[in-house]
């Protein structure tokens, strides 16, 4: 099946695979795409033929966060509307990492804020060297609300503060140093590797991966409620509509030093 945004496989064994189709944006998100991607992991969570998911990204890019032409367009909306939005971040967020099959993110190139928040909700992560990292949302006058929950479950909230707060970029083996990542593997080995990662799947019953994977989530409770869902979601459209939020976006648009960022003096 093929959507606009996104490419959506399955193989005779049960994989299913989701590529994110944006590469002209970096594979950037905007409402669309959380949307379409929400509702297809839900049908293949409930195809009892479906075995694993693949998350993938077209051309250059694995996943570059949101989508600037969306934000821009978001900033001349209503409260409604951002509200919205943000809950259908943190929505496809939740459904991904309470997807009751095991998921594989296979990472190349840019991954920043939003696919940054892929690689925290998988099960497992691999990342070829080149990968580039960032939780970059302070660097734009936003916050990462939606995906702040599963940041401090997949890397920790020592790692979570340092990188969410100072909007550093970092590379594959940092990834892989922090537990963003459970390995770097050169780009001639990916496909033998996500291969023998989804021949380990198979050779597990569907039915204890499904109840393991619950458990784990449950007993750390990194299960989100829906009423954790609305709190994340007001946060994060809360500081996107706030004066920072617009300076940040309309500072990267314009390619210029937000109004925060001093200059050095020489």
């Known amino acids: 099946m093929s959507q606009d945004t996104f490419l959506t496989e399955i193989d005779p064994r049960g994989i299913a695979t989701l590529t994110l189709n944006r590469p002209e944006v970096a594979n950037a998100y905007d409402e669309a795409l959380l949307l379409g991607m929400t509702a297809a992991m839900q049908r293949l969570a409930a195809d009892t033929a479906v075995r694993a998911l693949v998350i993938r990204g077209a051309g250059k890019h694995f996943q570059a966060g949101a989508d600037l032409n969306w934000l821009n367009h978001l900033s001349r909306q209503g409260p409604e509307a951002n509200y919205a939005a943000s809950v259908s971040t943190v929505r496809f ?7 009751p099959k095991p ?33 970059t949302e302070v660097r734009v006058g936003i916050a990462p609300t939606p995906i702040s929950t599963f940041m401090v479950g997949a890397i920790g909230l020592r790692q979570t503060r340092r990188y969410a707060l100072t909007g550093e970029r970092f590379g594959a083996e940092e990834a892989a140093r922090i537990g963003l990542v459970h390995e770097v593997v050169p780009s001639t080995q990916m496909e033998a590797r996500l291969a023998a990662v989804l021949d380990a799947v198979l050779a597990s019953a569907p039915g204890a991966i499904t109840a393991t994977k619950l458990s784990f989530l449950g007993a750390n409770g990194l299960l989100l409620d829906d009423r954790q869902l609305t709190l994340l979601a ?32 020489t």
């Open 103 to 135: 998921t594989i993110a296979v990472i190349h190139g840019a991954c920043f804020g939003g696919g940054v928040g892929i690689a925290c909700c998988v099960d497992v992560a691999l990342a070829t060297p080149e990968a580039q990292f960032g939780i």
């Open 93 to 99: 967020s939740r459904t991904l990492n309470e997807f």
């Open 234 to 265: 007001h946060e994060g459209w809360m500081q996107r509509q706030s004066a920072e939020g617009q300076e940040g976006t309309s500072a990267f648009r314009e390619k210029r030093r937000p109004t925060w960022h001093p200059r050095t003096e």
